[in-house]
């Protein structure tokens, strides 16, 4: 048999380092490949990492609750034959005797994950406050997303809503970020001290939309597309008609892209994601809905896969659904762009001179400098536009309007 090590996989495009969350397999338990083997919290969310070979697990190097570099060894295992794909081999002249499991101790206070019935299931931040205050994770009822324990579940269960007295602002208490929520935090800040952006607006009628809508309604569309599905598809056909925002600055350099695939902003309890619908362009509405959906739903019960987080062209933060009517969104580096979009209402309007009651939204298109020029974004933003004041256009499925 072969020893082989099993390095931190890189499960995000600009992940360096990722937090083990969760053993699911223990020393001397046999691996099928494909099986989960480690939950680990990268840059972006959490991620469950399968098992690339079969094989039987030996040493666990990085402890639950530990951080590790891209690439740096976090177990070995045993294999048939030498090893392959990402693994670092050594041969071993007759395999030692592989170790029986250790019996597991008793921990409340640990998350249930897939291949591990007996753990309870909870955010990262609610299990670090959990283990702070001593409360037993499985003994909660969570009221997250598929009911996922969340810190306010467990501060609930405490009996208090902060660790110690301070000034005259009452009770504190300090909430250690995760290492998504660090990373998110980095590079929020080198976008905003790096980049030099700008931002242009525009405001649509959006009176054919709601039209197109209510007779996808009656017609009993399944999915029913959101308002902000049809903003998806305009931003897509628009990216194929203006692919200077399809880019990133990278290297000193602009590099455009091939595919045109849009990110989408997922706000969730303890950190903000974007999942990848790829090749958006070449999506009709329906599937853009049926897609965004899907992706939405994965990422509330933190089960997106590395490859749904990752080779985002161009992103798109929706806070419509908040009642906010207009905000500037933090480029999502390296993309070039981002487009705020704000909430669909009725709101006064002039037309022909006459004061009338419309249905309009307001969009904010904030763009590096380095990779747009103001007439490039002025005219990506007046393609938007025309495609959803003209809903007609976002059926076609193929062909630039």
Known sequence: MAEVEIPMPKLSDSMEQ???????????????????????????ATVVYEAEQDGVLGDIIVDEGSTADLGAVIARMFVDGPGEAQATT?????????????????????????????????????????????????????????????????SHAAGTPGESPADGRGEAVSVAHTPTQRTIAERMTSSRSTVPDFTVEAEVDMTGIVRLREDLRVGDANPLPSFNDFVVRAVALALRQQPALNASYENGATVRFGRVNVGIAVALEDALIVPTIYDTDRRSVSEIASESRRLVDRARSRSLSPDELANGTFTISNLGMFGVRRFHAVI??????????????????????????GTTMELALSCDHRVVYGAEAATFLGCVRRLLEHPTLLLVTEGTP
Request: aromatic share 0%; proline share 13%; net charge positive.
């Open 18 to 44: 990722a937090t083990v969350l969760a053993w699911l397999k223990q020393p001397g338990d046999p691996i099928r490949r494909g099986e989960p083997l480690v939950e680990v919290e990268t840059d972006k």
């Open 90 to 154: 050594r041969t071993v002249a007759k395999s030692p005797s592989i170790p029986e499991p250790p019996k597991p101790l008793a921990n409340q206070n640990e998350e249930r994950a897939p291949g591990n019935p007996t753990r309870a299931r909870a955010t990262p931040m609610a299990r670090k406050l959990a283990g702070q205050l001593g409360v037993p994770l499985a003994e909660l009822h969570g009221s997250g997303p598929g009911g996922r324990i969340v810190r306010a579940d467990v």
């Open 332 to 357: 999502n580096q390296p993309q070039a762009a981002i487009l705020s979009v704000g909430e669909v209402a009725e709101r006064p309007v002039v037309v022909g001179g006459e004061l009338r009651v």
